[in-house]
């Protein structure tokens, strides 16, 4: 089911900026299109806080924050560097202490990618878990989640700004460790529910098309749409792993993180010339259904990628790739 759910996430995740190549030419589904692909970084955070309470039972500060720098903050760091590298080799910098200084100052924000700022609130999110984590254990979790005022209130940063965003997710950060808590109830209620998610996902998709406007309602999507992953998730991830689609999802799942490291800079090289040359005149409908396509040749351009990536690195000696592209 985890799985599932996080091949589903980075599925949105690209999605969501594939969608930026015809944004301006799609009227009607554009806001509920958009909604939906950007519900995948909140079932991330979701995820996330799930995966710290799971794994609570064992948990030292130390250990933990050591094998996030290794899982989470080098192979981000590496790609932080060759996107600024390739930058100013394009804009005709070579290799100095400035060129390094806007390294270490993109990490902190970053700013090597618009797509990459989730990874610094990400951190903010690790250095606090021992206090979630006592939240816990002092039973204030359930209270704890009453922070979902908080997004209504603020409403959704812009890239780069890291606290504001780090509120934003809070609650769902919160969320993700209560369902850890009570994993076994509800994973049974969302098995039942199923498919009143699709009908509610429904609903709001329509209401979105037509008030698309409102920010409140753009956070109410995005919460239905990650409880409606969720549920499908919980009714068909036994039977889905049965088949050769499960085999895929796993796949896709193993190089989440690399995926999303990378991705944008393959759109930027390869799908944006494309779309522009062949795709850019279509109607509505078609530039929906090439938008799909693109999603879904960009994830197994990447994933190929990735997989040859690892097989390099480990033909040369390197025991864990995990290090360095995060798969």
């Known amino acids: 089911m985890l799985d599932d759910c996080r091949a589903a996430a980075i599925s949105l995740v690209v999605g969501f900026h594939i969608l930026f190549l015809a944004y301006g ?12 692909t950007d519900s995948g970084t909140m079932m991330f955070v979701i995820l996330a806080g799930f995966m710290l309470q799971w794994h609570s039972a064992h948990f030292v500060f130390r250990d933990f924050l050591w094998q996030k720098v290794k899982n989470v903050f080098c192979p981000y760091a590496v790609a932080t560097f060759l996107l600024i590298f390739l930058r100013g080799l394009r804009d005709g910098e070579a290799l100095s202490w400035r060129l390094l200084l806007k390294w270490a100052k993109a990490l902190l924000n970053g700013g090597a990618g618009a797509h990459l700022w989730f990874i610094p609130m990400l951190a903010i999110f690790f250095f606090l878990a021992p206090v979630f984590l006592e939240v816990n254990r002092r039973r204030w979790l359930l209270p704890a989640i009453l922070t979902l005022i908080l997004p209504f209130v603020l409403g959704r940063g812009r890239y780069f700004e890291i606290w504001k965003n780090t509120l934003f997710f809070l609650p769902f950060f919160l969320l993700g460790m209560a369902m850890a808590v009570h994993f076994n109830t509800i994973q049974a209620r969302l098995r039942q529910s199923w498919l009143w998610s699709l009908g509610l996902a429904f609903c709001v998709s329509m209401a979105l098309v037509f008030f698309p406007e409102p920010e409140w309602l753009q ?65 509505e409908g078609w530039q929906i259904l090439a938008l799909v396509f693109m999603t879904a040749l960009c994830l197994t351009i990447s994933a190929l990628a990735l997989k040859f990536g690892r097989a390099v690195l480990r033909a040369l000696g390197v025991r864990s790739t995990r290090i360095i592209i995060g798969c």
Do not use: D, K
Not at 25 to 36: D, E, G, K, P
Not at 257 to 280: E, K, M, T
């Open 25 to 36: 030419r799609i009227t009607v589904t554009r806001n509920a299109l958009a909604i939906l």
């Open 219 to 283: 956070t109410i999507g995005r919460m239905v749409f990650c409880f409606m992953i969720l549920a499908l998730a919980a009714r068909f991830s036994e039977s889905l792993h049965q088949t050769r689609i499960g085999l895929a999802l796993n796949g896709l799942s193993a190089y989440s993180y690399g995926i999303y490291l990378y991705h944008n800079s393959l759109i930027g090289l390869v799908f944006v010339p494309c779309y522009r040359r062949w795709l850019s005149g279509f109607g």
